[in-house]
């Protein structure tokens, strides 16, 4: 096994000591291992966006350490940070945050581009993200053309396309009808299990929270409880995650 995020001691404190504080994380620790598929569960406010974005780089945490690949990413700044993100950290988010006035090939080769990786590469690229993930038909098109499942596909090959150590999804199904969403799930399960990707998945949705391997469940900033799927069915485990829930309510 090899670890490919070690968070100890995180915490994050939101406002400064003259304004009303935020306690939005109070102690997190855990490690992800290459290759698993974790979900992060809990109510509204329970610090999920928090402790996701301070995991994917976009924040940092006030005290405490996150370890990704072997860089202490608490401790990157400026170039190196972006460096950093750009090729380790691929993110899905709930609003796909696509570019409207380029088309899905010119989105998802941001990344790419940006790295200045030659634009002969960048098309082969391209072109294989897009016969995974089943988009090749709609490169062409533009956001405003295309559906909601679509995009988040076309968001879900720019997160890819420079293939992270980690994909990381903050309620990536929140936006779409429930058939694109199952959809999504179950080509970031195939991705997880075919192509070894490591996924971490912030949900609230029990079913969502299903297609994982391993639940984290965050509660007052801490985490509360974690369980395993182990061999239990898919339904077995929406089951136990929705009790789990009905608990953790009280
Ligand atoms: N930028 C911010 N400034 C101040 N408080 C924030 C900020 N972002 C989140 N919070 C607060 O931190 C807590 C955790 O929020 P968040 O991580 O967004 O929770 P979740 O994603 O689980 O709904 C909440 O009380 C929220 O109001
Ligand atoms: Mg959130």
């Given amino acids: 096994m090899e670890p490919i995020i070690e968070v100890s001691q ?21 490690t992800i291992q290459r290759g698993e598929f ?52 691929g993110f899905i988010f709930q609003d796909f945050n696509l570019l409207e006035n380029l088309t899905a090939a010119e989105n998802i ?18 072109k294989e993200v897009a016969a995974r993930l089943s988009i090749t038909e709609i490169l062409n098109k533009y956001p405003a053309a295309i559906s909601g499942g679509q995009k988040q596909r076309v968001a879900s090959a720019r997160a890819l396309i420079t293939q ?24 970031m399960a195939d991705l997880n299990q075919n192509d070894q990707v490591s996924i971490m998945l912030v949900t609230h949705d029990p079913l969502s929270a ?25 339904d077995d485990f929406h089951r136990r995650i929705l009790g789990i829930l009905g608990n953790l309510e009280q």
């Fill in 10 to 30: 995180v915490t994050k404190v939101y406002g400064s000591e003259k304004d009303e504080q935020t306690h939005a994380l109070r102690g997190i620790d855990f």
């Fill in 38 to 89: 974790v979900g992060i569960m809990g109510a509204s406010g329970s610090g999920k966006s928090t402790l996701l974005n301070i995991l994917s780089t976009l924040d940092k945490p006030s005290t405490g350490e996150v370890i990704i690949n072997h860089n202490d990413v608490t401790k990157l700044a400026g170039n190196a940070l972006a460096d950093f993100r750009g090729k380790e950290i």
């Fill in 109 to 126: 080769a941001i990344p790419l581009s940006l790295q200045g990786v030659k634009p002969r590469i960048i098309r082969q690229k391209i």
């Fill in 164 to 187: 992270p150590t980690i994909l990381f999804g903050d309620e990536p199904t929140g936006a779409l009808d429930s058939k694109s969403a199952r959809d999504l799930l179950d080509m």
């Fill in 210 to 234: 299903s297609y994982c391997k391993r639940i984290l469940f965050i509660k007052d900033g801490v985490i509360h409880e974690e369980i395993q799927r182990g061999d239990q069915t898919q």
